[in-house]
T-cell receptor
Framework: DADVTQTPRNRITKTGKRIMLECSQT?????MYWYRQDPGLGLRLIYY???????NKGEISDGYSVSRQAQAKFSLSLESAIPNQTALYFCATSDPGQGDTGDLFFGEGSRLTVL | DAKTTQPNSMESNEEEPVHLPCNHS???????IHWYRQLPSQGPEYVIH???SNVNNRMASLAIAEDRKSSTLILHRATLRDAAVYYC???????????????FGQGTILTVHP
């Protein structure tokens, strides 16, 4: 089983619908991240959380919200999806406690299409 | 925040060495140089990282300039499975307050020819 699991892997929805992307990890890491990937734009940070009580906005947080339900779970919500939120979404974790490298571990991605 | 600059694309032949450059002229003293790669239809995966000295692991080598303003990822013998997008990013040490602002640029698309 993957260390960082994202569900759903693929989702097609309509404009205005509420969508939740879920991420769970078995690595025991405190830090979790949500990234968005669009063709030609690399990965951009949406939100990040350094522990259960810590939520921070990233570069492109407008239109998104997150919930850190537990150390192992970090969910991304689109309250009212719009077509330009069509993208590939990645969850990642890291743990600076494992030395000081800060290596990031990514899930396999969730492809969201908003019609 | 410190930025990195990479070529958009590079090509190589199978079993030849590949040198992927990255410029990071605004690097700070506490930034680690990390390389990740993204294979088709997968999330990025860690390749290698370093601070000041050159580094080797089973996947690749990392050569860091003496002034740390540039680095080069070296794949000693490229294989078809190395075809991917390679990202060079700077990650501050664990206590860095800018840690949460990590963003990956466009990276370098590496094409490996048989």
């Amino acid at each position: 089983d993957a260390d960082v699991t994202q569900t759903p892997r693929n989702r097609i929805t309509k404009t205005g619908k509420r969508i939740m992307l879920e991420c769970s990890q078995t690595k025991g890491h405190d830090r979790m991240y949500w990234y968005r990937q669009d063709p030609g734009l690399g990965l951009r940070l949406i939100y990040y959380s350094f522990d259960v009580k810590d939520i921070n906005k990233g570069e492109i947080s407008d239109g998104y919200s997150v919930s850190r339900q537990a150390q192992a779970k970090f969910s991304l919500s689109l309250e009212s999806a719009i077509p330009n939120q069509t993208a590939l979404y990645f969850c990642a974790t890291s743990d600076p406690g494992q030395g000081d490298t800060g290596d990031l571990f990514f899930g396999e991605g969730s492809r969201l299409t908003v019609l | 925040d410190a930025k990195t600059t990479q070529p958009n694309s590079m090509e190589s032949n199978e079993e030849e060495p590949v040198h992927l450059p990255c410029n990071h002229s605004t690097i700070s003293g506490t930034d680690y140089i990390h390389w990740y790669r993204q294979l088709p239809s997968q999330g990025p995966e860690y390749v290698i990282h370093g601070l000041t000295s050159n580094v080797n692991n089973r996947m690749a080598s990392l050569a860091i300039a003496e002034d740390r303003k540039s680095s080069t990822l070296i794949l000693h013998r490229a294989t078809l499975r190395d075809a991917a997008v390679y990202y060079c990013i700077l990650i501050p040490s664990a206590g860095g307050t800018s840690y949460g602002k990590l963003t990956f640029g466009q990276g370098t698309i590496l094409t490996v020819h048989p």
